[in-house]
């Protein structure tokens, strides 16, 4: 079984602080993904990466960095943290750019203060 | 571009009871479609897909099939359980594109 995991499942952090989400794939998928979920928002993109070191920005990167060092690890980084990026934020993975499933981590519920 | 629709919720139901909850697309190229589930508190994780039109996807009695002429993926069981209870989210992929796309999830209730 595809296996995504997540650094922290709650996350409490004060507003200006610099904020690292991990999530690590164990598969050796290609393709990694980042999205925030919100109440009668569903899911949205933040960041993808096709590739080590290779990233792309989805459809609300504001406010948002990635990292792709390694195949297995993405991470997503948040320079100065605010209340408005209070949210879920959920890492997936995927075998096949585009057409194949994406396997989900459990999720980090992030609390900016 | 590429969407999905799905019915709001939420939707509740007794236990026993038949459950539909409509899904329909648009997308330029030919998209594989999927469901997934999410329970409180946790990620989603995929229930069933289907790659191509007339397929249907099948898992734990959920049931959804690939409708081109009516670019439909509605999911379906026969009698829904309290675990159920969940949210439901429909997506697709398109070979053409280079994301995916989920609807705004449906919020499902089983009550005993």
């Known amino acids: 079984d595809v296996k995504v995991t997540q650094s922290s499942r709650y996350l409490v952090k004060r507003t200006g602080e610099k904020v690292f989400l991990e999530c690590v794939q164990d598969m050796d998928h290609e393709n990694m993904f980042w999205y925030r979920q919100d109440p009668g928002l569903g899911l949205r993109l933040i960041y993808f990466?096709?590739?080590?070191?290779?990233?792309e920005k989805g459809d609300i990167p504001e406010g948002y960095s990635v990292s792709r060092e390694k195949k297995e690890r993405f991470s997503l980084i948040l320079e100065s943290a605010s209340t408005n990026q209070t949210s879920m934020y959920l890492c997936a993975s995927s075998l096949f750019r585009t057409g194949g499933e994406q396997y989900f981590g459990p999720g980090t519920r992030l609390t900016v203060t | 571009g590429d969407s999905v629709t799905q019915m709001e919720g939420p939707v509740t139901l007794s236990e026993e009871a038949f459950l539909t909850i409509n899904c329909t697309y648009t997308a330029t190229g030919y998209p594989s479609l999927f469901w997934y589930v999410q329970y409180p508190g946790e990620g989603l994780q995929l229930l069933l897909k289907?790659?191509?039109?007339?397929d249907k996807g099948s898992n734990k009695g959920f049931e959804a099939t690939y409708r081109k002429e009516t670019t439909s993926f509605h999911l379906e069981k026969g009698s829904v359980q309290v675990s159920d209870s969940a949210v439901y989210f429909c997506a697709l992929s398109d070979l053409g594109g280079n994301q995916f796309y989920f609807g705004t999830g449906t919020s499902l209730t089983v009550i005993p």
């Open positions: 990466s096709y590739d080590v070191k290779m990233k």
């Open positions: 289907a790659t191509k039109a007339d």
